[in-house]
């Protein structure tokens, strides 16, 4: 099975301090993998994604990802948290279904928090 | 903008009641698919359409019923709906099927069965 899990509901952050939203993935073929944000009344928003080459991905908003083959791990980190990072992050990742169609399937999603 | 116009933002409706939400893209995507996302649960893929044909019915109950006239526009007929039912119905396009490009989502429309 292919399939998408991200490891904490809810993650809370001091203002500046460092962003860390963790992803992991499994598939059976090589995958393509993204990172979605959800705003308070709206709908998502890709903020990065990797296909192939560099492992490291950078996106919107000074947030980044690394692809971590050996760990099936593509966590999403930000150095420094803003107070507009405040919102839901889903992990995605493209799967095959039975007859061989490609779709993309999403984690639970990661609400975060950040306090002034 | 975000390319993809969902309309009405918010919905309420009765269980006997008929009401269609509408989908528009202004991108050019080929492909367009409908959402629901409820309250703890992950996104939940209901149709996919590429090229106007649809391609993916992901066992949705017969009471929502999906028609898409051009590669612009998918609507989602309701009729008879559950207070289950209730969630935030998200439309979505990209430029192939699959999403291996990303998805570009609408705003949703926030519905509410009563």
């Known amino acids: 099975a292919q399939s998408v899990t991200q490891l904490g509901s809810h993650v809370s952050v001091s203002e500046g301090a460092l962003v860390l939203l963790r992803c992991n993935y499994s598939?059976?073929?090589?995958?393509?993998l993204f990172w979605y944000v959800q705003y308070p009344n709206q709908g998502l928003q890709l903020l990065l994604k990797?296909?192939?080459?560099?492992?490291l991905v950078k996106g919107i908003n000074g947030f980044e990802a690394e692809f971590k083959k050996s760990e099936t791990s593509f966590h999403l980190t930000k150095p420094s948290a803003h107070m507009s990072d405040a919102a839901e992050y889903f992990c995605?990742?493209?799967?095959?279904?039975?007859?061989?169609?490609?779709?993309?399937?999403f984690g639970t999603g990661t609400k975060l928090q950040v306090i002034p | 903008e975000t390319g993809v116009t969902q309309t009405p933002r918010h919905l309420v409706m009765g269980m006997t009641n008929k009401k269609s939400l509408k989908c528009e893209q202004h991108l050019g995507h080929n492909a367009m698919y409908w959402y629901k996302q409820s309250a703890k649960k992950p996104l939940e893929l209901m149709f996919v359409?590429?090229?106007?044909?649809?391609?993916e019915n992901n066992s949705v109950p017969s009471r929502f019923s999906p028609e898409c006239p051009n590669s612009s526009h998918l609507f989602l007929h309701l009729h008879t709906l559950q207070p289950e039912d209730s969630a935030l119905y998200l439309c979505a396009s990209s430029q192939v099927a699959g999403g291996s490009a990303g998805y570009t989502f609408g705003s949703g429309t926030r519905l509410t069965v009563v």
């Open positions: 359409y590429s090229l106007e044909e649809r391609v």
């Open positions: 990797y296909t192939t080459g560099a492992t």
């Open positions: 995605a990742v493209r799967v095959y279904n039975s007859g061989g169609y490609q779709k993309v399937t």
């Open positions: 598939s059976s073929v090589p995958p393509y």
